[in-house]
Each structure stands twice: as structure tokens, then as C-alpha cells.
């Protein structure tokens, strides 16, 4: 059951979306037409998530690299290096899909574990989860994993990554400590729900040291598909110092800044609400607070182990204890629109999912 006695709803208090610093709109998954199943060319591309205000985008082609000359580290928005990755199984292109966010070629022996043919069925599947993990445990920093589509129906059901959570549990341990594992949370070809429940099966096998953040990604292959989800970073710690101009005065990121949030957790995933959360120092017993800030009309809600509901606000602020050594273990925070987004063929949430904090 909710407790809500402990969450104070300031409505009255810096009520408004300008009052919420702008953090940097990254885009973390879209096809060029260096994808066979798209046509989109990068300049085109990129105008038109300029035009969203974009301030990143890493572009992820099917099983090949971006052009050299197509990355852009100065000028906004940054074009940063990725792929997606099908992973064989049972045989190409049949498989669930991984991106590598900032790898910039894909050598033999990456292409080796990606692509050899292996039954799902353990220990093949496993062997290669195992041989892709340890490529990325070898490359750090520099590359990070993102599970893509969780729940994806297609390519003849082989597309999802459920089936093979224990050999994925088992090869991600394998990461160095710090090291995350991203999940997609919103997938315009993945049911959130499901995805949002495995993020949390995932999440019990978590920890600070192998913490896995959830994303939200367009996976674009047309203009038509951009700007259903992305993140927003809030570069430094706990949100701090995150206030910059508004665009389109503002300056480009470092391509730096953007990696390090991500490796950190210092960003929300979100279809469209704003979601700010941070923690502070809080007079003793607690010792920390968690504040959560979004704009009015957003309903807010603090969940705990297996994303269980703790507590809900009505917004736009929700405060919260964080009493050390007790408590959830870990929270994360969700700011749901009551205004359902249409996509067709398909209903899509309106939602913000802040990182877990471990208490
Ligand atoms: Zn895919
Ligand atoms: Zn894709």
C-alpha cells in the first residue's frame, strides 16, 4: 500500500516547465540509410532532430559503423559513433539486437562473437553472451551495452532478449565494476509494460557496482518515427550543475559529458514528460532525501523492489527519505501524463523513468 504521509506535494512551489533547468536531449538508437531497412540520409537525419532540439545522437546502423567523416564531435547536435548489432541466433539475422553505443568499428573478433551461428539454447548462447561481454569488458571506456527491443515480437520471435536472461545475468557479472548495462524501456517495437517489468527482474540481480539503467530510444528508420523517446542528462553528480542556455544559443556538449552521464546514470528516460531527480544531504536520522521534480499535471510515483508502488504524488515535487542501512534497497521514480500518445498500430505511454537509487 501507498504510504503517502511522508511525501509533501509542493503544487504552490515553482510550478511551470521554465523553472526546470534544461538538461542535454540525447538520441540513442536511429537507422541511416546505411541500414538495408532504411533510407534516411544522415544530413537529413540530422536536420530534423536539430529541429526536436536535439543536442546528440548516436548513430546506430545494422551490423556496420558510421562513416568517419559522418561523426560530428563539435557542432550541435552531435553525431556520435554506434551500431546495433544482430545477434546470430540461431543463425543472421535471425536473433535478439545489441547496441554499442561509441564503438566505431566493428574488428574480426567482435564481428566473430556477434555473428558465428549458436542455438539460443544453453551453453551456445551463452558461450556467446560470454565472448561479447568480455569484447566489451576489453574496450571500456568507451563502449557501452544497450539491450534493444526487450519484448520485440519480430524477426520470427527470435527478437526479444527474455529468453535468455540467465545467460545474460551470467555474462554481465563477467563487466568491470562500474560498468552498466542499458536496457530499453521505450521501444516503439517493444510493449513498455513487459519491458519495464523485466528492467526490474534484471534490477534484483543489480547492484551499485553492476547497475542497469533503463533508456528510451526511437529507433527511427524515417522522419516520421523520431522523437517518441529518448533521454535527458542531467551531467554531473546527482543533477547537479546542469543548468545550460537555451537552445539555440547553447553550445555543443562534450562528446564526453554525454558518455559519462550515461555511464552514470545521470539521465531520465522519457516519452515526453520532464523528470528531474536528485539526491541531498538531509538532517540526520535519514541522511539523504531523494526530490523529484516534474512540471504540473505529471503524476509522480516512487517505486521500490520489483518496481512496487511506495508512494505517488500528484506533482510537480515529491520528496523522500532515504534512510541508510533500512528502507527499499532501491527506488526510482516515474512521471506518468495522463494524456495517452497515440503511435499507430500501437498504444504508447506517456512516462518518464528516472535510474535506481540504491538506499
Ligand atoms: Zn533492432
Ligand atoms: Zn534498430
Do not use: C
Amino acid at each position: 500500500m501507498a504510504d503517502t504521509a511522508n511525501v509533501h506535494a509542493e503544487s504552490a512551489r515553482n510550478s511551470g516547465a521554465g523553472n526546470i533547468a534544461r538538461p542535454l536531449k540525447v538520441q540513442l538508437h536511429v537507422h541511416s540509410e546505411r541500414s538495408l531497412d532504411s533510407h534516411w540520409p544522415v544530413q537529413e537525419l540530422r536536420r530534423h532532430y536539430d529541429q526536436l532540439g536535439f543536442d546528440a545522437i548516436f548513430l546506430t546502423d545494422h551490423d556496420r559503423t558510421a562513416r568517419s567523416q559522418e561523426l560530428s564531435f563539435e557542432r550541435r547536435p552531435l553525431l556520435l559513433p554506434g551500431s546495433e548489432l544482430s545477434l546470430s541466433m540461431p543463425f543472421w539475422p535471425l536473433g535478439p539486437h545489441l547496441v554499442l553505443l561509441g564503438v566505431e568499428h566493428i574488428p574480426l573478433d567482435l564481428h566473430w562473437a556477434a555473428h558465428r551461428s549458436s542455438w539460443p539454447a544453453w551453453p551456445w548462447g551463452r558461450t556467446k553472451l560470454h565472448d561479447l561481454f568480455a569484447w566489451i569488458a576489453r574496450h571500456q571506456p568507451g563502449v557501452l551495452p544497450v539491450l534493444a527491443h526487450l519484448h520485440w515480437p519480430g524477426n520470427l520471435g527470435t527478437g526479444g532478449w527474455y529468453p535468455y536472461l540467465d545467460a545474460l545475468i551470467d555474462a554481465w557479472q563477467q563487466l568491470p565494476p562500474g560498468l552498466p548495462l542499458l536496457v530499453e524501456l521505450l521501444n516503439p517495437h517493444s510493449p513498455t509494460d513487459q519491458d519495464r517489468r523485466l528492467w526490474h527482474t534484471l534490477l534484483a540481480a543489480a547492484s551499485p557496482q553492476h547497475p542497469v539503467w533503463g533508456v528510451g530510444s526511437d529507433d527511427a528508420h524515417h522522419s516520421d518515427e523520431a522523437g517518441q523517446a529518448w533521454v535527458e542528462l542531467w551531467p554531473g553528480v546527482g543533477g547537479q550543475d546542469a543548468s545550460h542556455p537555451a537552445h539555440p544559443s547553447r553550445p555543443a556538449p562534450a562528446a564526453e559529458t554525454v558518455y559519462q552521464a550515461l555511464a552514470h546514470g545521470h539521465f531520465v528516460a522519457t516519452s515526453g514528460p520532464p523528470l528531474r531527480v536528485a539526491v541531498e544531504p538531509f538532517p540526520l536520522p535519514a541522511g539523504r532525501e531523494l526530490l523529484a521534480e516534474t512540471v504540473p499535471g505529471i503524476h509522480l510515483r516512487l517505486v521500490g523492489r520489483g518496481g512496487q508502488l511506495v508512494a505517488e504524488s500528484d506533482g510537480p515535487h515529491m520528496r523522500w527519505p532515504l534512510p541508510r542501512g533500512i528502507g527499499q534497497g532501491v527506488v526510482q521514480v516515474e512521471a506518468y501524463s495522463p494524456a495517452a500518445r497515440t503511435v499507430p498500430g500501437t498504444f504508447w505511454p506517456n512516462v518518464a523513468f528516472s535510474q535506481p537509487i540504491w538506499t
